[in-house]
C-alpha cells in the first residue's frame, strides 16, 4: 500500500473516531448515559468544587491491614483503624486531599458508601458508592479522592467513614488512606 493510502485510511479513521466521539458527548449531555440517566451539567456551587493551586507538601498515610471489617449502620461510623490527626502548617487556610482505598464487599442486593471526614465534616464528593449489589464471592479494589477546600492551620483529625444504605451487612478488607496536606 502506498504511502498515500495509508495516510487515507488514517485521516479517514481518525475522522470516524473524531465524529462518534462528538456526538457520543452531545447524546450523554442531553439524555445522559443511558435512557432514564441524569443529564450531565456543568459545575454548580453546590454540586461540585473545584480547587486551584492547592499547595500540599506534606503526606500522611494510614492503613489497617484487616479483612472483614464490617457494618449494617445506615449512619457513616469509623473505619476500625483508619483515622489519623494531622497538623496544618502557615498561617493562612489552606486544603487537605484524602486518597482512600480498600476492597470492598456488598453482598446480595447490598449497598456501600464510603466518605472521609475532617473533625467530623463529610469531604466533598460527601460519599461515594463503593461496593452495589456484589455478584460474586470475592471482594474488589476500589478508590476514592475526597476533598476539604478551606481548612485552617493546627491539628485536624480525619478518618475514614463507611455505611450501608439499607442496614445489610457490607465490608471493607485492608482499607487505606493517604492524606495530603500543607
Same mark, same amino acid.
Given at each position: 500500500?502506498? @504511502?498515500?493510502?495509508? *495516510?487515507? %485510511?488514517?485521516?479517514? &479513521?481518525?475522522?470516524?473516531?473524531?465524529?462518534?466521539?462528538?456526538?457520543?458527548?452531545?447524546?450523554?449531555?442531553? *439524555?445522559?448515559?443511558?435512557?432514564?440517566?441524569?443529564?450531565?451539567?456543568?459545575?454548580?456551587?453546590?454540586?461540585?468544587?473545584?480547587? #486551584?493551586?492547592?499547595?500540599?507538601?506534606?503526606?500522611?498515610? %494510614?492503613? !489497617?491491614?484487616?479483612?472483614? &471489617?464490617?457494618?449494617?449502620?445506615? @449512619?457513616?461510623?469509623?473505619?476500625?483503624? %483508619? #483515622?489519623?490527626?494531622? #497538623?496544618?502548617?502557615?498561617?493562612?487556610? @489552606?486544603?487537605?486531599?484524602?486518597?482512600?482505598?480498600?476492597?470492598?464487599?456488598?453482598?446480595?442486593?447490598?449497598?456501600?458508601? %464510603?466518605?472521609?471526614?475532617?473533625?467530623? !465534616?463529610?469531604?466533598?464528593?460527601? $460519599?461515594?458508592?463503593?461496593?452495589?449489589?456484589?455478584?460474586?464471592?470475592?471482594? $474488589?479494589?476500589?478508590?476514592?479522592?475526597?476533598?476539604?477546600?478551606?481548612?485552617?492551620?493546627? @491539628?485536624?483529625?480525619?478518618?475514614?467513614?463507611?455505611?450501608? &444504605?439499607?442496614?445489610?451487612?457490607?465490608?471493607?478488607? *485492608?482499607?487505606?488512606? $493517604?492524606? $495530603?496536606?500543607?
Amino acid at each position: 500500500m502506498s @504511502s498515500i493510502r495509508k *495516510r487515507l %485510511v488514517i485521516l479517514t &479513521l481518525a475522522a470516524f473516531v473524531a465524529t462518534a466521539a462528538i456526538t457520543t458527548a452531545v447524546y450523554a449531555s442531553g *439524555r445522559g448515559a443511558a435512557d432514564g440517566g441524569v443529564p450531565a451539567g456543568g459545575l454548580s456551587d453546590q454540586a461540585s468544587i473545584a480547587i #486551584t493551586s492547592c499547595k500540599s507538601g506534606k503526606s500522611d498515610f %494510614v492503613t !489497617n491491614d484487616v479483612t472483614g &471489617l464490617s457494618t449494617t449502620s445506615t @449512619s457513616y461510623v469509623a473505619v476500625p483503624g %483508619v #483515622t489519623k490527626t494531622v #497538623t496544618i502548617s502557615g498561617t493562612a487556610p @489552606s486544603c487537605v486531599v484524602v486518597h482512600a482505598s480498600a476492597f470492598a464487599f456488598a453482598p446480595g442486593q447490598a449497598l456501600e458508601y %464510603v466518605s472521609a471526614t475532617l473533625d467530623g !465534616n463529610l469531604g466533598n464528593p460527601t $460519599e461515594v458508592q463503593f461496593a452495589g449489589d456484589t455478584q460474586g464471592i470475592w471482594a $474488589e479494589a476500589h478508590a476514592a479522592v475526597f476533598a476539604f477546600p478551606n481548612v485552617s492551620p493546627g @491539628s485536624h483529625t480525619v478518618t475514614l467513614v463507611f455505611k450501608s &444504605l439499607d442496614g445489610k451487612t457490607v465490608f471493607l478488607h *485492608r482499607p487505606a488512606m $493517604e492524606i $495530603e496536606h500543607k
